[in-house]
Antibody
Framework: QVHLVESGGGVVQPGGSLRLSCASSGFTFNIYGMHWVRQAPGKGLEWVAFIRYDGSDYYADSVKGRFTISRDNSKKTLYLQMNSLRDEDTAVYYC?????????????WGQGTLVTVSS | EIVMTQSPASLSVSPGERATLSCGASQTVSGNLAWFQQKAGQAPRLLIYGASTRATGIPARFSGSGSGTDFTLTISSLQSEDFAVYYCQQYSEWPLTFGGGTKVEI
């Protein structure tokens, strides 16, 4: 079965950096796109970034130029490099598998990792 | 970006009753709409995609309808495990966007 496990969250000061990882298993990682979705405490869901199987990427305007999504197909792992972090980036960050076939939704999710941006 | 609006923000229902949740898009998304269920402390779960197709393992009491700008999620007979927050999401255009959610509570 599909399994996604995020790691790398923690407390970071405003302006700092953090790299999240998402280890995958149970599916052929290198043929699927992958997403990051976040949820601020007590708030709704916000899509953050997407990377296709071939490495092309898309970002929400709120993180464009600060966050970079990447993948290592040999390790079946997804990453999110977050730079210039702001208070408003505080959230649980989920990695999610793309449904595929042009259906840009999320059929499997990890349990999430909490990022807290605070001085 | 396409703004998704859900109503009501919260809905009080009793087990066994029918629940109807609405989702509107600021411009047409055709049938490129999904619904998610999220329980407290858990990741979201995909219920519906393509506006009306149930995802794998989703019970038949969940149904989706609509196209263009107006969509509905119906839970025909609420079970205790259905009390949760429900989100719609459009995937017609980048950026992908979610509605603000509807909390279904007793």
């Amino acid at each position: 079965q599909v399994h996604l496990v995020e790691s790398g969250g923690g407390v970071v000061q405003p302006g700092g950096s953090l790299r999240l990882s998402c280890a995958s298993s149970g599916f052929t990682f290198n043929i699927y796109g992958m997403h990051w979705v976040r949820q601020a405490p007590g708030k709704g869901l916000e899509w953050v970034a997407f990377i296709r199987y071939d490495g092309s990427d898309y970002y929400a305007d709120s993180v464009k130029g600060r966050f970079t999504i990447s993948r290592d197909n040999s390790k079946k792992t997804l990453y999110l490099q977050m730079n210039s972090l702001r208070d408003e980036d505080t959230a649980v960050y989920y990695c999610a598998k793309d449904y595929a076939g042009g259906i840009r939704t999320f059929d499997f999710w990890g349990q999430g990792t909490l990022v807290t941006v605070s001085s | 970006e396409i703004v998704m609006t859900q109503s009501p923000a919260s809905l009080s229902v009793s087990p066994g009753e029918r629940a109807t949740l609405s989702c509107g898009a600021s411009q047409t998304v055709s049938g490129n709409l999904a619904w998610f269920q999220q329980k407290a402390g858990q990741a979201p779960r995909l219920l519906i995609y393509g506006a009306s197709t149930r995802a794998t393992g989703i019970p038949a009491r969940f149904s989706g309808s609509g196209s263009g700008t107006d969509f509905t999620l119906t839970i025909s007979s609420l079970q205790s495990e259905d009390f949760a927050v429900y989100y719609c999401q459009q995937y017609s255009e980048w950026p992908l966007t979610f509605g603000g959610g509807t909390k279904v509570e007793i």
